[in-house]
């Protein structure tokens, strides 16, 4: 019994380390491809206005204190990704639209993807909590039955 309760306990540690041991990447088409687009356009830092824009695609980005953006793009954007003090959230695309900060934490780049499809708007840090949980559960369940 107590050996199962020590494999539970690593288990459960385990995928509470996997779950937040991701790196950030600056990469705009790995951060677009990983939310189901095909490639990144472009990426702008609050209160920036410079951005990696390339093969004619045309964008525009006016801040307001770092609360919300107002864009354009042309070609039209598949979806936004916007980051917010670590947090990442998926906005609708499209020619021009505005993305306001969803939490407490002011906006800190938006990034703009082409192709694929849009996900559902959702925090990011999200599936490692889930895996926690997922693992707690387990571990009750499988200490119960014993």
């Known amino acids: 019994m107590d050996m199962i309760k020590k494999i539970m306990a690593e288990m459960i540690i385990i995928f509470l380390l996997a779950g937040f041991a991701y790196a950030e990447d600056e990469d705009i088409d790995k951060e677009c491809t990983d939310y189901g ?72 780049s938006i990034t703009f993807c082409r192709g694929g499809h849009l996900l559902p708007e959702y925090p990011s840090n999200l599936f490692p909590f889930l895996a926690a949980f997922a693992a707690i559960g387990i571990s009750v369940v499988l200490v119960k039955k014993k």
Do not use: H, R
Request: charged letters at 15%; hydrophobic letters at 30%.
């Open 37 to 108: 687009f095909d490639s990144g356009i472009a990426k702008f830092y609050c209160d920036s206005i410079m951005a990696k824009v390339g093969d004619g695609t045309t964008i525009s980005v006016t801040w307001t204190n770092c609360d919300s953006s107002g864009w354009t793009a042309n070609p039209a954007a598949s979806g936004i990704i916007s980051n917010e003090g670590g947090v990442s959230y998926v906005n609708t695309g499209g020619i021009l639209g505005t993305v306001s900060k969803k939490g407490q934490d002011d906006i800190d």
